[in-house]
């Protein structure tokens, strides 16, 4: 059974920072692209940042700068740093699973940034 399992959203101040995680299960991680993608109330659900399985990132343009997505394959869990906050990046967030033909989502944690 696969599970992606997103934890660390939360409230937090505009400028202020937090980290995502995404623990993995039930997949052979390493071989994976993971992805963080977002999803605004009202608004369709965007692509933040992707790590592939040999590190190589990419950004979303309006994150660049000060999100960071990172992964861990020993403990098959992937994170998201997300510096410098701003309200809209106010949204439910969800890890991503990608390998071929076969695709995995987590549950999305909420992240609100608001004073």
């Known amino acids: 059974q696969v599970q992606l399992l997103e934890s660390g959203g939360g409230l937090v101040q505009p400028e202020g920072s937090l980290r995502l995680s995404c623990a993995a299960s039930?997949?052979?991680?390493?071989?994976?692209?993971m992805d963080w993608y977002r999803q605004a109330p009202g608004k369709e659900r965007e692509l933040v940042a992707l790590?592939?399985?040999?590190?190589?990132?990419n950004y979303a343009d309006s994150v660049k700068g000060r999100f960071t997505i990172s992964r861990d394959n020993n403990v098959n869990t992937l994170y998201l740093a997300m510096n410098s906050l701003k309200p809209e990046d106010t949204a439910v967030y969800y890890c991503h699973a990608l390998y071929g033909p076969l695709n995995y989502w987590g549950q999305g944690t909420q992240v609100t940034v608001s004073s």
């Open positions: 039930g997949i052979p991680f390493a071989i994976y692209t």
């Open positions: 790590i592939y399985h040999d590190g190589t990132t």
